[in-house]
């Protein structure tokens, strides 16, 4: 009886350390497992704050391409604004130039008929 009690004994203290060297191992991978677990959170952390530096930099970019686009729009306006206006000042030289031919051809004819007369 002594003698399976002791037999029973040695077999539930091994049980114990077999079970205590299963949490110990249990313990150390939950540990890893949790330093895993805290890198993953913080390169989270991390690329969602690169993300929002990049959103913010899009964002402004993006602000920056709506104003040099309506720039462009009004330079262009205004280009062909200053086109006709050259146009037109083109065309009143041409006529002042006209004008002034046909003015000098008749000073030049008046000259004639009183050279004759």
């Given at each position: 009886?002594?003698?399976?009690m ?18 110990n191992?249990?313990t ?15 390169s989270?952390?991390k ?5 929002q ?10 602000r ?8 462009i729009?009004?330079?262009?306006a ?7 206006e ?5 065309m009143?030289r ?14 030049k004819d008046?000259?004639v008929?009183?050279g004759m007369?």
């Open positions: 009886m002594i003698e399976e002791t037999q029973e004994r040695d077999q539930l203290m091994t049980m114990v350390e077999d079970l205590r060297e299963k949490l191992k249990a150390v991978i939950q540990q890893e497992i949790e330093k895993e677990k805290e890198t993953a959170i913080q989270i952390s690329l969602q704050q690169e993300l530096v990049q959103q913010n930099e899009i964002s402004r970019e993006m920056l391409k709506e104003k040099l686009d309506k720039e729009q009004q330079l262009h205004d280009m062909e604004a200053k086109m006709a050259i146009k037109a000042l083109n009143q041409q006529k002042a130039k006209e004008e002034q031919q046909r003015l000098e051809q008749q000073l008046l000259k008929s009183k007369g």
